[in-house]
């Protein structure tokens, strides 16, 4: 069966500190990737899609930069954290466009 | 642009009563899918209900059903029997085909025992 493992489960960072987050899946080959912020109470906002080894689509503008090095990894990136990028950062995949999305069990990063 | 409306930020229901929750979403489109979650505590994300847009029979998944509304771009997932359990946000979520899902902000759903 196919499993997701996202990691670490929380984070505080300096500001102007580097970040990775890693997200891996297991059991399944060239899923759709995301990676996902959500802020306090809120919905959830998508920054990064991937759809194969190398092809990285950006939704939102910032500091953030993601990479798939490999068929089943994501890593989220940062050079220099800000404050504003606090909040829960969720990974997730899905086989194609339109069906279900399996998700990691998130990331809390707090950048004090 | 497309747009998802979930306009009840919380709502609260008895135990084992039947609840709505709204969603509406915007697209000009006539071809993407529809996508019920539910975030309990854990904060693990979870798939309760999924639509497809051209089918017009309206999608059940045990206690959970949806009332797909095309024309008028209405979403609503009704769950009957409300266990306590079902406390959660419940976000409404559309795709097209481009990958890109557009989320609601979200319901908080309380279950009074």
């Known amino acids: 069966s196919q499993t997701i493992h996202q990691w670490p489960a929380t984070l505080v960072q300096p500001v102007g500190s580097p970040l990775s987050l890693e997200c891996t899946v297991e059991?399944?080959?060239?899923?759709?990737l995301y990676w996902y912020r959500q802020a306090a109470g809120r919905g959830l906002q998508l920054l990064f899609y991937?759809?194969?080894?190398?092809?990285i689509s950006s939704e939102v503008p910032q500091n953030l930069s993601a990479s798939r090095p490999q068929d089943r990894q994501f890593i989220l990136s940062s050079k220099k954290l800000l404050l504003s990028d606090s909040g829960f950062y969720l990974c997730?995949?899905?086989?194609?466009?339109?069906?279900?999305?399996?998700f990691g069990s998130g990331t809390q990063l707090s950048v004090l | 642009a497309q747009t998802v409306t979930q306009s009840q930020p919380e709502m609260s229901v008895q135990e084992a009563e039947t609840v709505t929750l709204s969603c509406t979403y915007d697209?000009?489109?006539?071809?993407?899918?529809l996508f019920w979650y539910k975030q309990p505590p854990s904060r693990q994300m979870i798939l309760v209900i999924r639509?497809?847009?051209?089918k017009q029979q309206n999608a059940t998944e045990n206690r959970f059903s949806v009332n797909f509304q095309k024309a008028a771009k209405s979403f609503s997932l009704k769950i009957s029997d409300s266990q306590l359990g079902d406390a959660a946000m419940y976000f409404c979520?559309?795709?097209?085909?481009?990958?890109?899902?557009?989320w609601g902000a979200g319901t908080k759903l309380i279950i009074k025992p």
């Open positions: 997730a995949w899905s086989p194609t466009v339109g069906e279900k999305l399996f």
């Open positions: 059991g399944t080959s060239n899923p759709n």
């Open positions: 991937s759809v194969g080894i190398g092809q």
């Open positions: 697209t000009s489109e006539s071809d993407y899918y």
């Open positions: 639509q497809e847009a051209y």
């Open positions: 979520a559309y795709e097209r085909r481009n990958y890109q899902l557009i």
